[in-house]
T-cell receptor, first 113, second 114 residues
Framework: AQSVSQHNHHVILSEAASLELGCNYS??????LFWYVQYPGQHLQLLLK??????LVKGIKGFEAEFIKSKFSFNLRKPSVQWSDTAEYFC???????????FGTGTRLQVTL | EAQVTQNPRYLITVTGKKLTVTCSQN?????MSWYRQDPGLGLRQIYY???????DKGDVPEGYKVSRKEKRNFPLILESPSPNQTSLYFC?????????????FGNGTRLTVT
């Protein structure tokens, strides 16, 4: 069965710092990759997704992610975080023809002023 | 407004007392799914449905039931709740599976079983 690893459980950054959150998956075939964000007290929202084509995908609010097939990774990046980016971030993977998403355990990002 | 609506938002119950959490979407989505969110475990899928009368188990289906009699509704049923089902539950839907359309999530139901 596929698995998704997010090694950073809790990240604390100052405003304007750069962000990179790691996401690795274990599956050798075709994958669709997603990042979701959950702001405090809210439901999950899609940040960005990768299905095919350019491995560098851009999402909302200045976020981007790069799919590196050889490393089984889909890391999330943002050049300069804002206090409003404080949230929990989930990486998710769909593998092959599966009809479900497998989520990582999430990374809690805290941005300080 | 396009949305996924779950009810109730908060629920406290006792062990063994049957309960139902409702989920309804107004986007004519074919795919619906239930997840539970627990600290340190992320989101785990309980059940999903590809369309009316088509349901299948996710990763943690034990102790839960679902039904999909209508396209818009996908209730989650706990026949005999136990304390280990205390969790935050999310319903989600997408247009046609998750092949090319993202999941839309409800606002969550926080369930406490004593």
């Amino acid at each position: 069965a596929q698995s998704v690893s997010q090694h950073n459980h809790h990240v604390i950054l100052s405003e304007a710092a750069s962000l990179e959150l790691g996401c690795n998956y274990s599956y050798g075939g075709t994958v669709n990759l997603f990042w979701y964000v959950q702001y405090p007290g809210q439901h999950l929202q899609l940040l960005l997704k990768y299905f095919s084509g350019d491995p560098l995908v851009k999402g909302i609010k200045g976020f981007e992610a790069e799919f590196i097939k050889s490393k089984f990774s889909f890391n999330l990046r943002k050049p300069s975080v804002q206090w409003s980016d404080t949230a929990e971030y989930f990486c998710a993977v769909r593998t092959g023809t599966a009809s479900k998403l497998t989520f990582g355990t999430g990374t809690r990002l805290q941005v300080t002023l | 407004e396009a949305q996924v609506t779950q009810n109730p938002r908060y629920l406290i119950t006792v062990t063994g007392k049957k309960l139902t959490v409702t989920c309804s979407q107004n986007m004519n989505h074919e795919y619906m799914s239930w997840y539970r969110q627990d600290p340190g475990l992320g989101l785990r899928q309980i059940y999903y449905s590809m369309n009316v009368e088509v349901t299948d188990k996710g990763d943690v289906p034990e102790g839960y039931k679902v039904s999909r009699k209508e396209k818009r509704n996908f209730p989650l049923i706990l026949e005999s709740p136990s304390p280990n089902q205390t969790s935050l539950y999310f319903c989600a839907s997408s247009l046609s599976g998750i092949y090319d359309s993202p999941l839309h999530f409800g606002n969550g139901t926080r369930l406490t079983v004593t």
